[in-house]
């Protein structure tokens, strides 16, 4: 078995419907490095640029996790489930007509540094354990806020009623269902994220990203790191 042992980054574009640490999995089989893992989680509904480290890459994880994000997203306002986005229950539905420049007018009061309530249904650590799994097992418990810094929203178009799409840049561990949460709020109905594409994490972008086919057929370029950024 050949073994890849070239250090660095690979831009992965993450299909839909996939959990980050399957794609690991996924490039891992393909490749057969030392060693391998993902930059910064992307909820299996989300899809577009995972930075992938390789090898002694890996040791990067911290510079990464912080990163300047910037995402394309879908919100559905007037229903809202429990995971905040559409793979989630329904548990509450308000009736509202929510105008385009409503929207508009209430992303501005987004844009800056805030606090910051992670939903339910997050990876966020209580007592060593999973929001996501004390929140399926029906547990009472209480997340903590986090500052986070939004550096730029907005509203590109609605694209039906209620539905509105968004590009946010934002800071790395924002939720941006959260985002939805807080907006609908504002605008007095309750909302869910439909979709979400990650179009940016630091300086890498969705254009130079390659596929898990790309990687399988080996027809992908590996950012190769250097000593001294390790």
């Known amino acids: 078995m050949q073994v890849f042992e070239k250090d660095g980054i690979i831009v992965l574009n993450k299909p839909t419907q996939m959990s980050s640490s399957k794609a690991v999995q996924?490039?891992?089989?393909?490749?057969?490095?030392?060693?391998?893992?993902?930059m910064g989680t992307l909820d299996p509904l989300g899809s577009g640029v995972l930075i992938l480290g390789v090898n002694k890459a890996t040791k990067l994880f911290d510079k990464f996790l912080n990163?300047?994000?910037?995402?394309?997203?879908?919100?559905?306002?007037?229903?809202?489930t429990d995971t905040l986005d559409s793979e989630g229950n329904v548990i509450k539905e308000i009736p509202c007509d929510i105008k385009l420049d409503d929207v508009i007018n209430t992303t501005k009061s987004f844009v800056g540094?805030?606090?910051?309530?992670?939903?339910?249904?997050?990876?966020?650590?209580?007592?060593?354990?999973?929001?996501?799994?004390?929140?399926?097992?029906?547990?009472?418990?209480?997340?903590?806020?986090?500052?986070?810094?939004?550096?730029?929203?907005k509203c590109l178009s609605q694209v039906d009623k209620n539905t509105f799409m968004f590009e946010i840049t934002c800071s790395g561990g924002t939720y941006i269902r959260s985002i939805c949460r807080d907006m609908a709020q504002k605008l007095s109905t309750c909302g869910t994220m439909l979709a979400i594409v990650r179009t940016r994490c630091g300086d890498y972008e969705i254009e130079e990203s390659c596929t898990l086919e790309d990687i399988k057929n080996g027809n992908f370029k590996l950012i190769e790191t250097k000593e001294g950024e390790i």
């Not at 996924?26 to 993902?38: E, S, W």
């Not at 996501?132 to 929203?153: C, M, N, Q, S």
């Open 26 to 38: 996924i490039v891992k089989y393909a490749l057969k490095p030392k060693k391998i893992g993902h």
């Open 67 to 80: 990163k300047t994000k910037t995402y394309k997203t879908i919100f559905y306002f007037g229903k809202q």
């Open 113 to 153: 540094e805030f606090d910051q309530l992670p939903p339910m249904y997050s990876a966020k650590k209580i007592n060593g354990k999973k929001a996501y799994d004390l929140a399926r097992k029906g547990e009472t418990f209480e997340l903590k806020t986090r500052r986070v810094t939004i550096y730029d929203i």
